[in-house]
């Protein structure tokens, strides 16, 4: 819910070489993700109960279109193991899951729920640290060696934590803005410091890589790698991105794997298989999960991967990330949905102004099937 929690701005090839068989602490042979490409996916461990608030476009749809698993409480064990067995289907190898802060909701489901979950297997978490929530908006940073401190002794010592090179990674959201506030340096300096003094030194991918090549003046220093969480605010367009629009996002985030791979530091490239926040507030016009409007559900998603894809770096430590595996509330999920036919139709009064006119599915396991296809084992 990335949107809602700090508004942004608007603006996979087949043969794929294998990684360090370090960054999942485990071989080549036995991973998920073994001959495609690799995979990481945003994971949102905040459902609860009371399926974090409800709101999402697809509960406005007439008639609305569920959650496969209906709107699940992700603190049920069976609810993770379909998760874990969904995600091994498709080739998803780790989950950035978001956190909170210690004894969150977040927190709680994964140290309780999903880390020690008995189907975890091969399947890595990492941790996506929320700075803007944990930093009241980028205006107190008091919490931030605390929470590295509390990573390290409930997380980074578990086998099913997430590493490159023997460190254990974090995502760490909004980096971009740090750096625009003045308070990357410092910030960064806190976490490792957090991370240090409870005996590890850490692996962060931030999210510099955003729209159009910047921070010409700020640099990647104190980063490991970048990558792209808000696909949708870069790409920039809104109903079909279209080749034109997709294209010229391919080429500004070749810009940045460059600048990054002149640094010194890696890049992920980043796919969304569309965008549709409308269902929890006002504000963004969505992007159709259609390449066109005349190509199939799914196209968006699979342009993505086949670009993302060549944007790999061979030899190199280098994952796509898919934003997201479960996030409702924008309609980036790949999480699969009750199959239905495509409808425009929503409850607003004038009964489209929340799709925009612009069809949704039933897709079922149509997103776990195309990264199966271009990703999988």
Known sequence: MKHFIYSAIIVLSLAFLAVNTTCFGETAENRSVSNGCNVGAYYYPWYGDDFHGHHYIRERLVPPQKPELGEYNDSDPKVIAKHIEWSRYAGVGFWAASWWGPDSREDKTLREVILPHPNLGQLKIAVHYETAGRTKDFTDYEYLYGDFLYLSRNYFNNPGYLRIEGKPVVFV?????????????????????????????????????????????????????ITDYD?????????????????????????????????????????????????VRDGHPPLSRKLTEDAPFGSLFEAMLRNAKNLQTPNKTSFIMVTSWNEWHEDTQIEPVEKASPITKDDSKSGDALTYGLEYDGYGMLYLDVLKTFCGN
Not at 199 to 205: F, Q, S, W
Not at 206 to 219: K, P
Not at 250 to 275: C, E, H, I, L, N
Request: charged share 20%.
């Open 231 to 279: 696909v949708y605010g870069s790409i920039g367009v809104k109903g079909y991105a279209g080749e034109k629009a997709l294209s010229a996002y391919m080429s500004r985030q070749s810009k940045w794997k460059k600048m990054a791979v002149k640094s010194g530091v890696d890049y992920f490239p980043s796919v969304t298989p569309g965008f549709n926040d409308a269902g």
């Open 173 to 225: 959201y909004l980096t971009r803005v740090l750096a625009q506030n003045g308070q990357l340096k410092d910030a960064l300096m806190k976490m490792r410091s957090g991370a240090r003094d409870g005996g590890y030194e850490i692996y962060i991918v931030g999210d510099h890589a955003f729209g159009a090549y910047s921070y010409l003046g700020v640099g990647f220093k104190g980063l490991d790698a």
